[in-house]
């Protein structure tokens, strides 16, 4: 195809989703021809299905400590330019009444399709071109310019952001193609893996916990250096919850996570003063957990060791054992539930290689990488959204 028969852009963005919009609309009202390409039929469908139906669109708390990459302080100055109350702002100049649900997490009142409008205003306003569904062929670098081969035509332009998400939720779109254009132009990508995902158990716990699916307890989980507490819940197949879910992130291959049953509670100094109770063990429990939780916890703990009779009767080397694995639960999960089952990507296009202020690859001008697809992993509660419209406002500010 001749150069003369390709579609000329300033910007092209590869990506319908949260920081392609952000991104699109923002270079779009600086005065820049955008074309936003999604090989999905369906934009935003991310934002869609997220907090229920109504998005939570942000953490009023979100900072630098909310995430994980490679590089700790990448994230630093995105956020610092464009954060929570920034993006709060412009939801409500677009009249979305939204609610604080906790620690920060807002959602929208109504739905999250008020975020998808919202977005696509934007992008309208700012006389954004669309092509969707529109699938990405190649693309290649010509002396300055990208050239970008689609299932509906060639295009071209100076920038090119790709904003192409992780591997979660493949049903809806998913696809490695991010990190294909990063290793295509030299740029590292951290190996990718499901965040914020429940945890897998083997056979022999779920034939000891398996039937407590659906039982929630309040816990504090750690692994690694992650520390969190919210509520534990057990499945058919493992472990989630909002807890599990964020220690996840922490979580590599063949690590113990640790739960703390009792958490700022001194569990073998409370067993130690009911030492005169008739009750056993999981009766004590019980007056502090979920009973069912309590009877199958007490009937597995210490490999068959007596704990069904009056707590009277265990000696102190006993309890002592006991009290410490109430604050100090240890399992082995098995694996993760996969992509299929996670809320993010941990990993991507490697942030070492890209700058902060702009999201462009260092060694490639004007290519650059927002959103999911770049080693930026937000905790659970909003902070994925906000890290979405940071760095897709800091690309769009100068692609």
């Known amino acids: 195809m001749t150069a003369a028969r390709i579609a000329s852009y300033d910007v092209i963005v590869i990506g319908a989703g949260a920081a392609g919009m952000m991104c699109a609309a923002q270079a779009g009202q600086r005065g820049r021809r955008v074309l936003l390409i999604e090989h999905y039929p369906v934009i935003g469908e991310k934002i869609r299905i997220s907090g229920g139906g109504r998005c ?33 702002a412009l939801v409500e100049r677009h009249g979305i009444a939204w609610h604080e649900k906790k620690l920060g997490q807002l959602f929208c009142d109504d739905s999250a399709l008020q975020i998808i409008a919202m977005l696509r205003a934007e992008c309208e306003r700012a006389t954004v071109e669309w092509r969707v569904p529109c699938a990405v062929e190649t693309v290649k670098r010509e002396s300055d310019v990208f050239v970008v081969a689609t299932s509906r035509g060639a295009v071209r332009a100076a920038s090119l952001v790709v904003a192409t998400g992780g591997l979660t939720v493949p049903k809806i779109g998913a696809t490695p193609l991010g990190y294909r254009i990063a290793e295509q132009f030299g740029v590292g990508v951290v190996p990718p893996r499901p965040a914020l995902v429940p945890l897998a158990l083997d056979p022999t716990a779920l034939e000891r916990y398996g039937d407590l699916s659906g039982v929630s307890i309040d816990a504090e989980v750690s692994c690694n250096g992650g520390r969190f507490r919210e509520n534990l819940l057990f499945t058919h197949r493992g472990l989630s919850g909002p807890a599990i879910l964020q220690v996840s992130s922490y979580w590599n291959g063949g690590d113990m996570i640790h739960v703390d049953l009792l958490p700022g509670f001194d569990a073998h100094a409370w067993l130690a003063s009911e030492r005169d109770a008739s009750a056993s063990v999981a009766g004590l429990l019980a007056q502090r957990l979920p009973h069912r939780f309590a009877q199958q916890w007490s009937r597995q703990w210490g490999s068959g060791q007596q704990t069904s009779g009056p707590i009277r009767s265990l000696g102190e080397k006993h309890l002592s054992e006991i009290g410490a694995a109430l604050n100090d639960w240890s399992m082995l999960p098995s694996g993760t539930l996969g992509y299929n089952k996670a809320e993010v990507t941990l990993g991507g296009v490697d942030t070492r290689q890209l700058s902060s202020k702009t999201m ?40």
């Open 56 to 88: 939570n669109f942000t953490n009023i708390h979100s900072d630098a400590t909310n995430f994980l990459s490679q590089s700790r302080d990448f994230c630093r100055s995105a956020l610092a330019r464009y954060g929570p109350r920034d993006f709060l």
């Open 360 to 399: 462009a690859a260092e060694r490639v001008p004007g290519l650059y990488f927002i959103g999911e697809v770049v080693d930026v992993t937000g905790h659970l509660g909003g902070h994925n959204f906000q890290w979405a419209w940071s760095s897709g406002f800091a690309a769009g500010q100068v692609a």
